[in-house]
Every structure is written in structure tokens, then in C-alpha cells.
């Protein structure tokens, strides 16, 4: 069974560009969740979307948001990208949606660089 | 307030040597997991052990052991006969019930194991 996706692995931007990266998740997995991790801020939560809709946000900026597809895959774009955007983007399967204890299954992530 | 803290962001052991990663947490939730991470500098988080709030025992996996101290809000992480493999940051994280598949996580340990 192929692990979760991320495309692209890296990559580099200019102020003020905008920037889409993708997820593809475990076959079967429905929910998908996206992280970012800074040195600064460590790893915080942005959104989940399970079954096309967005079940839990994080404290992000409308800058960023997302989306998911019927066949789970998922999108997160930053609009008006900022030096502090700079960041890996982690990307998380999973296929409970109930109860607490279910593994999480990370992606490789994005590297994104903002210049 | 901080839900997840970890004290230590650097700790060194020898090989074969056993080592415990603390972590201490915050919630008013009575139903909650408890997690640990694994991330190599590759940056892919690797699952690694999970503890819910309800269990009365400590959660084992291989060499990887959880000490549950439900009163003292404490789960640390126990790697038992470290190997240089180990090396890699590690991150204690939380879910909440009410949290969806939400996870928080603590700013990490990173753990370097010599030969």
C-alpha cells in the first residue's frame, strides 16, 4: 500500500506569489490533514478536511486554505506569500473518524522557501 | 498556555544505552491520546506510540515504552538499548476528543545517539 503523497518536495517562491501544494493520501484514508513546522513555531495546525469538507481550522490567516477532492486527494494554497511562510508542510492521513487512539500517517512534506 | 511541553530539546546517549524523553501536558478534557513522533532529518513524521487517557496501563511497542503518569500529566517517552538509528528529533503530541483528528504538538527533543 503506497504511503501518503506530497507534491512538490520543494520549492521556491517570490513575496507576494501565490503557491498550491498537493497531498494524496493512503487509498482509503478520507481524512487529511495539513501542518506547518518552523523552526519558530514548531509544528501547528492548519485544517482538516474529511469527505470533501473542512471539519477543524487552525489559527491561520485567510491566506491560506484548502481543499479536498472525492477522492480525498487534498490541496493547500498560500495566497500572498510572505517571508515567514517559509516552512515544511506536512501533510497526515488517517481512516478512523472516531475515538482518539489512530495512527496518523505522515507524508515526506513540502519544503517551501519564500525569497 | 502551552497544551504540550517538552523541557528537553537536546539529549545525548550512548548506544544500548536506555534514555526518557519527558513530556508533560494540559487539558481539561477527560478523553484525550497521547502520542509520540519520530522525525528524521529527512522530516517524515514517523509514528511511533500512542496512550489514551483511559488505559491503565503503559503503552509498549518494541524498544519504545510510554510512562503514563496520569496525575501528574506526564508521558514520557522510554527507548530502551538505543541504537544509532535513534538519532532524530522526536515530538510528543495530543488529541483531544473534541478535537476531531487534530493533533498538538510539543517543540520536540532532539536526540543524538554515539557510538
Known amino acids: 500500500k503506497a504511503g501518503v503523497t506530497q507534491t512538490p518536495r520543494y520549492l521556491i517562491k517570490t513575496r507576494g506569489q501565490q503557491v498550491t501544494l498537493s497531498c494524496s493520501p493512503i487509498s482509503g484514508h478520507r481524512s487529511v490533514s495539513w501542518y506547518q513546522q518552523t523552526p519558530g513555531q514548531g509544528l501547528q495546525f492548519l485544517f482538516e478536511y474529511f469527505s470533501e469538507t473542512q471539519r477543524n481550522k487552525g489559527n491561520f490567516p485567510g491566506r491560506f486554505s484548502g481543499r479536498q477532492f472525492s477522492n480525498s486527494r487534498s490541496e493547500m494554497n498560500v495566497s500572498t506569500l510572505e517571508l515567514g511562510d517559509s516552512a515544511l508542510y506536512l501533510c497526515?492521513?488517517?481512516?478512523?473518524?472516531?475515538?482518539?487512539?489512530?495512527?496518523?500517517?505522515f507524508g515526506p512534506g513540502t519544503r517551501l522557501t519564500v525569497t | 498556555a502551552q497544551k504540550i511541553t517538552q523541557t528537553q530539546p537536546g539529549m545525548f546517549v550512548q548506544e544500548k544505552e536506555a534514555v526518557t524523553l519527558d513530556c508533560t501536558y494540559d487539558t481539561s478534557d477527560p478523553s484525550y491520546g497521547l502520542f509520540w513522533y519520530k522525525q528524521p532529518s529527512s522530516g517524515e513524521m514517523i509514528f511511533l506510540i500512542y496512550?489514551?487517557?483511559?488505559?491503565?496501563q503503559n503503552a509498549t511497542e518494541g524498544r519504545y515504552s510510554l510512562n503514563f503518569q496520569k496525575a501528574r500529566k506526564s508521558a514520557n517517552l522510554v527507548i530502551s538499548a538505543s541504537q544509532l538509528g535513534d538519532s532524530a528529533m522526536y515530538f510528543c503530541a495530543m488529541r483531544e476528543n473534541s478535537g476531531y483528528s487534530t493533533l498538538t504538538f510539543g517543540k520536540g527533543t532532539m536526540l543524538l545517539v554515539s557510538p
Open positions: 496512550q489514551g487517557s483511559y488505559d491503565q
Open positions: 497526515a492521513s488517517s481512516s478512523t473518524t472516531g475515538g482518539l487512539l489512530y495512527e496518523q500517517y
